[in-house]
């Protein structure tokens, strides 16, 4: 099961680091959305952006601590993330309220301001980093662990 998630998962990283790639090359500027080529590339990475932070905190968070026993029924999305900070996976669980928030107010369009557009992609740009470093960490972790069971 898990091992399925960290392959969607990273179909979704994959795509939204290639995105991110051009993304990088662009002048995050007002203009940009005048020019439809550039609305592509920031939509595909804002979309990927979604889907991996979506499936990261509602899925694979999750799945991780059960398969290391520390995950309850119960557990609200705080719990889990005070949990992952408890166990050092994650350094902030603040932050990572903040991208969730950031991943809802990228959901919905707001034409007029295109300021708070732009804010939000480079919010987003930081945040797909910092997820990124953590998938791998606890993804590197659980094949540790995998490991050392199969031995």
Do not use: C, W
């Not at 680091?17 to 590339?41: C, G, H, S, T, Y």
């Not at 991208?99 to 034409?111: D, G, I, W």
């Amino acid at each position: 099961m898990i091992e399925d998630l960290i392959e969607k998962i990273n179909l979704h990283r994959q795509r939204a680091k290639m995105a991110l790639k051009e993304l990088r090359q662009i002048d995050l500027d007002v203009d940009i959305f005048k020019d439809f080529e550039k609305i592509k590339v920031i939509d595909t990475f804002i979309y990927r952006f979604i889907k991996f932070q979506d499936m990261l905190g509602d899925k694979f968070f999750k799945v991780f601590l059960d398969e290391l026993g520390e995950y309850k029924d119960n557990f609200s999305f705080i719990d889990v993330l005070d949990k992952l900070e408890k166990l050092e996976f994650i350094d902030d669980m603040e932050k990572f309220r903040r991208y969730r928030k950031l991943r809802n107010e990228l959901t919905h369009e707001y034409p007029s301001n295109e300021e708070y557009i732009l804010e939000g992609i480079r919010e987003a740009i930081l945040a797909f980093d910092d997820l990124e470093q953590v998938f791998e960490k606890m993804v590197d972790y659980y094949q540790k662990i995998l490991r050392a069971k199969e031995k």
